[in-house]
């Protein structure tokens, strides 16, 4: 059983125990090394912070593996109680790998939607004023859909990112238009939004403005990862005739996106947003 194996069962092995001090230590580098590579970049989400943690106590577990097997050999109650943490660990990954496998298969990456009177590009970070690499595949996505429907109202929403001067909907524009050539001039700026919610609450404003229902066809393009999630809170909001289309995610950040949705699924189910 996997938790008396890390807890230190004495029928384990010498050399199954030395081959889980190996997995830890080499699975805590991993972890870290990658989560400290995005948080030197400035990526400061759940999605970094909690794997970082994870990796910090599987290093330490493997470091400080002789010691914690005696002090554990000699405390029957706290092992059991290690035994116990260990085993809700793993419950709780397996549900997050179901919940990869499930968000995989409704990706939606469709490059033909049928027909739009709107095209809200939903934010997804900034980074000295630009968008993030993951945004800026979502704008690559976003410059084919608004050529297909060139008389589609154009929104970029998001608000301001700490430590940022420019909106992540002013920096998408941007994006737009100094790398596709699309007009300032045909893109609303909703620049108020720090939720994929208020994304959508938001852009009522302009959509109404423009004198378009939410009845009407509207597309959202998000990162792939986000598609499901997108489309239950936009519908949720009165979107009904709503298309999401989502873009690539680098692959360098896909771990830890999945992993910060995951808690975001949770999250939007407790605040009712779906």
Not at 77 to 97: E, H, M, N, P, R
Not at 151 to 157: D, H, L, Q, Y
Request: glycine content about 8%.
């Amino acid at each position: 059983m996997l938790t008396q194996l890390i807890s230190g069962n004495d029928n384990t092995s010498a050399v199954g125990k030395k081959s889980i001090q190996i997995s830890l230590g080499i699975a805590g580098l991993i972890l870290v090394i990658d989560c400290g590579l995005l948080l030197v970049n400035r990526v400061f989400h759940i999605g970094t912070l909690v794997p970082l943690g994870i990796g910090l106590i599987f290093l330490g577990h493997a470091v400080y593996w002789e010691r914690i097997q005696l002090y554990l050999a000699s405390q029957p109650s706290l092992k059991k109680l290690w035994q116990l943490i260990w085993l809700l660990f793993f419950v709780w990954l397996i549900s997050f790998c179901v919940f990869v496998s499930y968000l995989k298969q409704h990706f939606n990456t469709d490059n033909h939607p049928k027909a739009a009177q709107a095209i809200i590009v939903l934010g997804g970070g900034t980074k000295d004023n630009k968008p993030t690499d993951a945004v800026k595949l979502r704008l690559d996505k976003a410059s084919e859909v608004i050529k297909r429907f060139a008389n589609a109202v154009v929104i970029t929403s998001g608000g301001f990112d700490a430590g940022e001067d420019v909106s992540e909907a002013k920096a998408m524009a941007d994006y737009l238009h100094d790398t596709y050539g699309i007009s300032l001039a045909h893109i609303a700026l909703e620049e108020q939004s720090t939720s994929t919610e208020l994304n959508f609450v938001n852009s009522k404003t302009i959509l109404a403005q423009q004198g378009i229902a939410l009845n009407q066809p509207i597309i959202a393009v998000t990162s792939d990862f986000h598609t499901l999630r997108a489309s239950l809170i936009g519908k949720r909001q009165g979107y009904t005739n709503l298309q999401v289309v989502g873009s690539d995610t680098p692959w360098y950040i896909r771990p830890n996106v999945w992993f910060r949705e995951y808690f975001a699924f949770i999250s939007g189910w407790l605040l009712d947003e779906y």
